[in-house]
Nanobody, 128 residues
Framework: HVQLVESGGGSVQAGGSLKLSCVVS????????MAWSRQAPGKEREGVAS???????HYADSVKDRFTVSEDNAKNTLYLQMNDLKPEDSAMYYC???????????????????????WGQGTQVTVS
């Protein structure tokens, strides 16, 4: 049973930074794409960043050059470093995991073809 547990959300002023973490268990869960998604009130959930099993990262245009997704395989932890935060970044942020490829095509935020099998419980980010 795959579990994703996020932490690191909070309130910050515009221009500030936050770093989200997501611990993935069991540690044997591999060959997957990990991603961060977010959902603001009244809006659809959107993919923010993804990292494939080969380490390649992709970002939504709205966060490119401000957010960085990374993972520490030794700690089985996914991170999202968020810099220069804006009020429009306020949302519930979710850690997500799914297959690395579908039909031979890599699943990424850029391709907008993430197939999510597992979600975390979410962590709130508020930017004022």
């Amino acid at each position: 049973h795959v579990q994703l547990v996020e932490s690191g959300g909070g309130s910050v002023q515009a221009g500030g930074s936050l770093k989200l973490s997501c611990v993935v268990s069991p540690t044997s869960y591999s060959s997957r794409t990990m991603a961060w998604s977010r959902q603001a009130p009244g809006k659809e959930r959107e993919g923010v960043a993804s990292i494939s099993d080969d380490g390649i990262t992709h970002y939504a245009d709205s966060v490119k050059d401000r957010f960085t997704v990374s993972e520490d395989n030794a700690k089985n932890t996914l991170y999202l470093q968020m810099n220069d935060l804006k009020p429009e970044d306020s949302a519930m942020y979710y850690c997500a995991a799914g297959p690395a490829r579908v039909g031979g095509h890599p699943c990424t935020v850029a391709a907008n073809n993430l197939k999510i099998d597992h979600w975390g419980q979410g962590t709130q980010v508020t930017v004022s």
